[in-house]
């Protein structure tokens, strides 16, 4: 059995954003065992599996990422939507637009320490779209 849902983020500022309870939230009845697979719906912004009890996780993530992949490098061509446009779209390719989780007992299979991110890569994203499906 298949279920599949479409959600509207909050609008992020730019960064990496814990969004865990807001799946499950909007995933009112896991099964027992199965695979949830959730797909950001744009080309600049992405989802991570990541470090969930520690804060400066999420700064060291978007220093590293802008030193990685810097706004305003003379190589980008792709420049007319803004400073940050070109990085976000690299930066999505970089982290993924798509992961997948494995359901047990009724629950997210994830980590003791594993949370899932939203990533937001631009300034100003505006309200961003995922897609869940969870495959039983």
């Given at each position: 059995?298949?279920?599949?849902k479409?959600?509207t983020l909050?609008?992020?500022?730019?960064g990496?954003?814990?969004?865990?309870?807001?799946?499950?939230?909007n995933?009112?009845q896991?099964?027992?065992?199965g695979?949830?697979?959730?797909l950001v719906?744009?080309?600049?912004a992405?989802i991570t599996?990541?470090?969930?009890?520690?804060?400066?996780?999420?700064?060291d993530f978007?220093?590293?990422?802008?030193k990685m992949?810097p706004?305003?490098?003379?190589?980008y061509?792709?420049?007319?939507e803004?400073?940050?446009d070109?990085p976000?779209?690299?930066k999505?390719?970089?982290?993924?637009?798509?992961?997948t989780?494995?359901?047990?007992n009724h629950?997210?299979?994830?980590?003791i320490?594993q949370?899932?991110?939203?990533?937001e890569?631009?300034?100003?994203?505006g309200?961003?779209?995922i897609?869940?499906?969870?495959?039983?």
């Amino acid at each position: 059995m298949i279920q599949q849902k479409e959600i509207t983020l909050p609008q992020f500022r730019r960064g990496y954003h814990l969004i865990t309870s807001l799946i499950e939230k909007n995933l009112q009845q896991l099964p027992e065992s199965g695979l949830l697979h959730i797909l950001v719906k744009h080309t600049s912004a992405g989802i991570t599996l990541n470090e969930n009890a520690d804060p400066t996780v999420r700064a060291d993530f978007e220093s590293f990422i802008n030193k990685m992949i810097p706004e305003n490098d003379a190589v980008y061509v792709h420049t007319y939507e803004g400073d940050d446009d070109m990085p976000a779209h690299l930066k999505s390719t970089v982290i993924g637009a798509e992961i997948t989780i494995p359901i047990t007992n009724h629950s997210f299979n994830l980590g003791i320490w594993q949370g899932i991110y939203f990533c937001e890569f631009r300034n100003f994203g505006g309200a961003r779209k995922i897609v869940l499906t969870v495959y039983s």
